[in-house]
């Protein structure tokens, strides 16, 4: 267990957990991005959470998958990549945060910010220069949020997946120099 603050630690999701951690994303991803999807998002749920997926993941050598833990329950997961590369980006270290979800209930108590302080730092420790990260355009309370912090716009993708609604689609590369 990482102690982020007094309620807030990670663990690390290991294979055993790969059961929990779809549970908790059937609970904690519809309230955010239900609406961006014809099918609700079942289909997203259902095969980036799926089983081999997820254990698929955990055997990245260069990633590490924690569950947010506030007040000993279970909230969110965060996900980073060491060592992916943003294109069009000249400086070497980089790490991607690649996933971080919270619980809606707990959102608004300062958790995202204290977990992208606890990443900065860490980054820093292991001397990476840029941490990135991929904000749907259309979520503008995570757009401000990473704003806030200091991330500046890079560039933009389109999500290919059929079932997303056409209009937001649009992914924005955030990064920030630390």
């Known amino acids: ?3 982020v603050t007094e309620n807030i630690q990670l663990k ?3 294979n055993s957990d790969a059961e929990t951690l779809f549970k908790l994303m059937k609970e904690i991803y519809p309230p955010a991005y239900s ?3 014809i099918d609700k998002g079942d289909w ?4 980036h959470y799926a089983k081999e997926n997820i254990l698929r993941e955990l055997l990245e050598e260069n990633s ?8 000993d329950s279970i909230i969110g997961n965060f996900r980073i990549i060491w060592d992916e590369k943003l294109t069009g980006l000249t400086r070497e270290k980089q790490v991607k945060l690649h996933r971080v979800y919270l619980h809606k209930k707990t959102q608004g108590k300062g958790i995202g910010k204290k977990l992208m302080a606890w990443l900065e730092n860490k980054a820093k420790q292991k001397s990476y220069e840029i941490i990135w990260l991929d904000a749907m355009n259309e979520q503008q309370q995570s757009f401000q949020f990473y704003k ?3 991330y500046k716009y890079h560039s933009h993708i389109f999500l290919p ?3 997303l609604h056409e209009a937001v689609r649009k992914m924005n590369q955030l990064y920030k120099v630390i």
């Open 148 to 150: 806030k912090l200091g």
């Open 44 to 47: 997203y749920i259902n095969t």
């Open 35 to 37: 609406h961006f999807w």
């Open 64 to 71: 590490d998958n924690y569950f947010i833990i506030f007040k």
């Open 12 to 14: 690390k999701v290991l």
């Open 161 to 163: 997946f059929d079932l």
């Open 1 to 3: 267990m990482i102690k």
